[in-house]
């Protein structure tokens, strides 16, 4: 069975997801979806939650590029250095601007973060004997994706959609249009009951986001 995680990491407030299959007892393989820790605070948490759970963790997945979603990677690969790295093709390309981009903000980010297997539309996105459904959703930054599981019904949406909000879509590559047409075709033919668990703030739902969404 898929079991979710969820972490709020570093200044911006960003949802970090683990996901796991509870399966096979003592092999419990897991993924880790947008690693945004900041701090070695940040770092236990993550690593106790795996050792809590006896996961094997197999892979880093990005939804997106931008900085609040990739902070924990290079710890990551310090601690593990052969995981692979899952994201969008056009993802690298925004990864390639990101430690110009932290330097802004005061981040150190030593070097550009390397994707080793590119995700396409269609495609699945496996933990353990489960499987991530990809849905291509840009619009608040180039090439990204989401993660939907279908017997679960749950829904791993980065900064596409939020409790009553959407993703900004005035940083280098946004688009309104484009996201909102996103949100339509690749989200509203979920099941209303699809828990939505977004990049930043609380849960919900796809039903209640038609229902109450202003910006949609």
Known sequence: MMRLLKFTFNAFQENTYILY??????????????PGMSNPKEWEEVMEALEAHSIDLQSIVLSHGHIDHILGIHRLLEWKPSMPIYGHRITQEVL???????ALFGIHLPSAPEITHFLEPGEKVRVGEETLDILYTPGHCPGEV???????????????????SIGRTDLPGGDLPTLLAAIREQFWPLPDDTTVYCGHGPETTIGYEKLHNPFL
């Open 146 to 164: 989401s993660f939907y599981h279908a017997s679960s019904k749950t829904l791993i949406a980065g900064d596409v959609l939020f409790y009553e």
């Open 21 to 34: 299959d509870d399966k096979n007892q003592g092999a419990v393989q897991g993924v880790i979806i947008d």
């Open 96 to 102: 390639n601007a990101q430690p110009d981009y932290a």
